[in-house]
């Protein structure tokens, strides 16, 4: 059986860092791809960024590149996504998703994902 668990949301003010943290149960994170997601209130779930573990493969949603490195480690069993200078707009919950058996790359799109956390706040304040 698949879990998932998000951690590491939290309040902080604009321009401030959390560090996401998925952890996985179940699954073989080197044949997968991990999402990321957010989902502002009265706003449709959007996508941050995704990593196939297996290759190495990486993307992001423009509004967070160059701001949310995410990683991955293989012996945790956990990918990290690295928030650095959070804004007002990144507030929402977010949400880790898994892919089994990926292919070469990963894309950012919701129905792509099998399996999803329950989601951590995140809240930035001007």
């Known amino acids: 059986q698949v879990h998932i668990v998000e951690s590491g949301g939290g309040l902080v003010d604009s321009g401030g860092s959390l560090r996401l943290s998925c952890a996985f149960s179940?699954?073989?994170?080197?044949?997968?791809?991990i999402g990321w997601f957010r989902q502002a209130p009265g706003k449709e779930r959007e996508a941050v960024s995704c990593i196939n573990v297996r290759y190495g493969m990486i993307r992001y949603t423009d509004a967070v590149k160059g701001r949310f490195p995410i990683s991955r480690d293989n012996a945790e069993n956990t990918v990290t996504l690295q928030m650095n200078n959070l804004k007002p707009e990144d507030t929402g919950v977010y949400y880790c998703a898994h892919q089994n058996l990926p292919g070469f790359s990963c894309a950012i799109v919701p129905g792509n994902y099998n399996n999803w956390g329950q989601g951590t706040q995140v809240t930035v304040s001007s």
């Open positions: 179940g699954i073989r994170l080197d044949y997968s791809a």
